[in-house]
């Protein structure tokens, strides 16, 4: 899976960092994150990879480090216990639910915790196994613990105060490694424009579809057979009350059909190049290419319902005006 991240990425994955590490830390203060049986409170925030894959993995990972600085263990759990949690993270983020998704930090943590515990203590010896064998009972009943009887709660809490946004390139890319249909067509279409590695070579299907009007047309009408059953898929089983749908082709895919209220996010074109080289890592002829590529900004507000102007110059300041915005969208569409 390809993943972008962006400056709203990285700080809500310091955010979950700073959160686990301070829940950890009190629970060493009333000693429960280091005995036989753990009750770290962190772990409860162990499912959110369910539904936040890119800044909850790092944010899990990166929480984790810093609580192990403490560990007794030393070395060897600031690495064993942080991957661990790192592998449990991945695994969650793969999951669908709030009541699959606590079981990968629960097998994780018995398993890696359970046996570098057992390790400590006797190295490979005879009694090796038994140990290892106690020690992943009592781990993962602590674990299972606080992800079954914390962590679920929580994560459905979310689910109900909040919304589910689907960013339909994060999806296309996830799609681009794991749908055998969607690079089969790019292939017969483009010829081989996938990496050794099996990702998709973006700079290399650039190049051919970037300034043939014909060959982006043929690109987008491949997504655009493939990308709403994926779609469809998740919204189905998010069972979420708000879904907002991220695409910079919303309406020619056809799915802005599908949308109450439709916004076009717009900003100078200066200031998307930037953005784009920034985020992208690409030069600037390839972003103005990009750029160009796509429709004009009297298109976009010809056909959207709502614009949000994004040329604020901090993303701290456009994620406030943009909750903002959105709690008056909401708020119209409940009048209407």
Not at 302 to 319: H, K, L, W
């Amino acid at each position: 899976m390809e993943l972008q991240y962006s400056t709203r990425d990285l700080a809500r994955a310091a955010v979950i960092a700073a959160a686990y590490a301070a829940l950890a830390w009190i629970s060493n203060f009333f000693g429960l994150a280091f005995p036989a049986i753990q009750f770290r409170l962190s772990e409860a925030l162990c499912v959110l990879p369910c539904r936040d894959r890119k800044a909850a993995i790092p944010g899990l990972a990166v929480g984790c480090l810093i609580t192990n600085l403490l560990s007794p263990y030393g070395l060897l759990d600031l690495v064993v216990g942080t991957l661990a949690t790192l592998l449990a993270a991945v695994w969650s983020g793969r999951c669908r639910s709030a009541w699959t998704a606590a079981v990968p930090p629960v097998v994780c943590n018995a398993v890696i915790v359970g046996a570098m515990l057992a390790w400590e203590s006797t190295g490979f010896s005879a009694a090796f196994a038994g140990l290892f064998a106690y020690n992943a009972l009592t781990v993962g009943i602590g674990e299972a613990a606080v992800c079954f009887l914390l962590g679920v709660p929580l994560l459905r809490a979310l689910e109900k105060r909040g919304a589910l946004v689907l960013d339909c390139d994060a999806v296309y890319h996830e799609m681009l490694r794991t749908d055998a249909p969607l690079r089969a067509d790019l292939t017969a279409a483009f010829g081989d424009v996938f990496a050794p590695d099996g990702g998709l070579d973006r700079q290399k299907l650039g190049n051919i579809v970037f300034g043939d009007a014909g060959a982006l047309a043929q690109l987008d009408a491949i997504i655009f057979r493939h990308l709403p059953r994926a779609l469809a898929r998740r919204m189905e089983e998010s069972g979420a009350r708000l879904i907002a749908l991220d695409a910079i082709k919303l309406v020619e895919s056809g799915l802005g059909a599908i949308c109450d209220v439709t916004v076009a996010v717009t900003a100078p074109e200066e200031v998307r190049v930037r953005r784009i080289m920034t985020r992208d890592g690409i030069s600037e002829d390839y972003a103005r290419a990009r750029v160009r590529a796509q429709r004009s900004e009297e298109a976009f507000r010809a056909d959207c319902d709502a614009v949000f102007e994004n040329n604020y110059p901090t993303p701290a300041q456009a994620a406030f005006a943009a909750e903002e915005f959105l709690d008056t969208i909401i708020k119209k569409s409940k009048e209407e």
